[in-house]
């Protein structure tokens, strides 16, 4: 009876042992892993070699607010390396602050290199605002373009509270707090105040839009309705100026801004090649789950999908360009 329990003693100790190490080998792992992340993520936007190039800079998805980004323009707009930049963009926009945090931010490169966008599939709203920051605007016979507009979207749910029995009581502080709320019907001092600031922003994009295109009366009021043009017609109103491709860039660069059109075109990172070191999460996961912690690297991953979803959440003013679902 002793024997065994010296010897249940004995494997409590050594299962304490074990889980210790365990964990110091997790911690290292992962201390290792986000030191090469790091490292890596400060030369992910260098250049591939050394000796001039024309950098290509990719936007693509929606857009939201970026200091990765911001923080990598800027390094962009200083290269010495660096003779031109073509942007790339596919995008349907995103937040006014996010657009316009990222037209500066290409105004600052535009400044300082010549600068040409392309196109790939889509440009609007917020993402036609980037597009306006380069000197020349180049699309595709099949891109879109356009969507010049501001929207703010709120959910209203009171007739679905009346439905299943359920009231919800606020108390304000004055009538305009925390409005629109979604629980009630928006009162017209309320709609009148959301108006007022989607208006001043709409102004705020005209205002662009007539500034870096050079539209004024008629063309510019045909060009700012909200609507969307296929490339070639936004090359008859004046929001594109050349149908083509990088190569269509690369020929303009040399023609118009006396860049050697041999010069190679090499990708700059505007973010770092681990984008907040997502890639650690999945290292770190696999490390717990390899070492025997499976749950705590479920744990792990479950934390770093929520995170990534959250960062989908858009809200406050759009620049965005969606189609509508219904008829």
Known sequence: MSLDADQIVDRRRMRRKLTFWRIVTVLVAILAIGALAAALGRRGDLPAAVGAQISRVTISGVILGNRDRVEALTRLSKSSSTRAVIVHIDSPGGTVPGSEQLYHALRLVAENKPTVVVVDGLAASGGYMAAMASDHIIAQDSSIVGSIGVLYQYPNVTDLLKTVGVQVETIRSTPLKAQPDGFEPTSPLARAAIESMVMDMYAWFQKIVEDRRKLTGDALAKVVDGRVFTGRQGLEVKLVDEIG??????????????????????????????????????????????????????????????????RLNLDGLLALWHPSATN
């Open 245 to 310: 491709d990088e190569q269509t860039a690369i020929d303009w660069l040399a023609k118009q801004k006396g860049i050697d059109s041999s010069l190679p075109v090499r990708d700059w990172r505007l973010s770092p090649r681990f984008s907040e070191l997502s890639f650690l999460h999945v290292s770190a996961a696999a490390v717990l789950d390899t070492v025997g912690l499976g749950a705590l690297a479920r744990r792990l991953s479950e934390t770093g999908s929520v995170q990534a979803l959250e």
